[in-house]
């Protein structure tokens, strides 16, 4: 009865569509070379998991996390779990048995099966005699603990189990300067900048702050000269200058930020014009190099010229669910998007906007959710004479009667191509910083 009672208080809740790309639907959470066991979790979407035995482990997800691929890693870390099931907003249930089948549920219901495969990165080969554990040679004192570290250069992990998992990872990220790892919390912190540390309680689990010491540059030792010069300067040069140079050094630094914001306008849920979902995502490039990308995506090796923050920590674009409050009560959310870019001083960049689709068109007939845009809005933070690039920003356009999805002829969602959800901004600044 208990199970039965959870189940119906479930049929009830809202499904709310995955907010992440999924491009990251299949979580590997380990570190594997060829030959090892890789456990893997395909969520299907729109899939109910179908078993006659109740759920071994039953979470409810917190606030900030109410998303099918929190639910997925909580069976990823469990070696136990082989079967997980979501539903929006905040249920995950864990089997340590196999399931059934998959049966059709409602939206914003994912099933999954943990499969577990053998690595084929590599061929198998004899591994190196000597290959260095790591190639960074950071400093670590036991029982410490970054000081003052600022999140929004750093990014915090809670799948490792031990400080050497955290320093490898920290070795492998090219702009990983310092990690903290606090053995009590499965916690493992990478920063993108170099930190000093302070002491903590000598007990308990292990704590370490690593970090790579600061960089002298000296030239290699060079043979003494010969003998001295034969001569000396005979006299100082005939004149000085007459008067100091007017212009700057051709290759002096000049001080040039841009700083992008993407969000609804509108500033809480409530406000929205319509009942619904909504995500778009921000992706920043320099120039035609497609390499280099400031986004959400990258947020682990962003670029040097550039940092991303979203409003929610945990957020992953602008989004936007504004429910009925009579039937759903602290289900709305809210976010936004912020990219800063750095020495933009005669360079170019674009900024490319997109809307991220659903697997569908969820309650066509009452959500009008498609006819919401957000704004892109891009500030000149150095140069005196421009702030705005564009006062009113820039949106792609909405119609009210041009939804994201339409019904192909076996009766399926698909995207609608007519609806323009994806627009380019380029900014070029000249050498002064004027964009």
Request: with cysteine; aromatic share 10%; glycine share 4%.
């Amino acid at each position: 009865p208990g199970y039965a009672c959870l189940a119906l208080l479930e049929l009830l809740l809202l499904s709310t569509p995955n907010m992440h790309l999924q491009v990251f639907l299949a979580l590997s959470l380990s570190v594997l070379t060829s030959g090892e066991l890789q456990r893997i979790i395909q969520f299907k979407e729109g899939k109910a998991c179908v078993t006659g035995n109740a759920p071994d482990v039953f979470l409810k997800l917190g606030k900030k996390n109410q998303r099918p691929g929190r639910c997925k890693e909580k069976c990823s870390l469990d070696e136990k779990c082989e079967a997980v099931q979501y539903i929006a907003p905040r249920s995950c249930k864990l089997w340590y048995s196999t399931i059934d089948q998959m049966g059709p549920g409602q939206p914003g219901t994912f099933c999954g099966r943990v499969k577990t495969k053998i690595a084929e990165d590599a061929a198998l080969t004899n591994p190196p005699t000597a290959s260095p554990i790591s190639t960074k040679d950071f400093v670590i004192n036991p029982y410490t603990k970054c000081a003052t570290i600022n999140l929004n250069r750093a990014k915090v992990l809670t799948q490792y189990t031990s400080r050497q998992e955290c320093q490898q990872r920290c070795n492998k990220m090219p702009k990983c300067k310092s990690f903290q790892w606090n053995g009590k919390r499965n916690s493992c912190i990478l920063i993108k900048y170099k930190v000093t540390s302070e002491p903590v309680k000598q007990e308990g689990e292990d704590r370490v702050c690593g970090y790579l010491p600061k960089t002298i540059v000296s030239a290699s030792p060079t043979k003494a000269p010969t003998k001295a010069p034969t001569k000396a300067i005979t006299k100082a040069p005939t004149k000085a200058p007459t008067k100091a140079s007017t212009k700057a050094p051709i290759n002096a630094t000049i001080m040039c930020t841009l700083k992008a914001t993407l969000a609804f306008p509108f500033d809480t849920p409530n406000d929205a014009p319509y009942h619904g979902y909504n995500s778009e995502y921000m992706e920043v490039t320099e120039g035609g190099n497609s390499d280099d990308m400031c986004s959400y995506l990258f947020s682990d090796i962003l670029p040097t010229w550039c940092t991303y923050e979203n409003s929610d920590p945990d957020g992953d674009s602008a989004y936007v669910v504004n429910l009925d409050d009579n039937y759903y009560d602290d289900k709305d959310i809210l976010t936004s998007e912020t990219i800063e870019i750095f020495n933009a001083a005669g360079r170019t960049f674009n900024f490319a906007v997109s809307h991220y689709f659903f697997e569908a068109d969820y309650y066509p007939d009452e959500w009008k959710d498609h006819a919401m845009a957000t704004v892109l809005k891009i500030n000149n933070e150095s140069h005196e004479s421009q702030n705005a690039l564009s006062a009113d920003g820039w949106s792609h356009p909405v119609d009210i009667d041009t939804p994201t999805h339409i019904k192909n002829q076996n009766d399926e969602w698909e995207v609608n191509p007519d609806y323009q959800g994806d627009f380019i901004v380029t900014v070029a600044c000249d050498d002064n910083c004027l964009c």
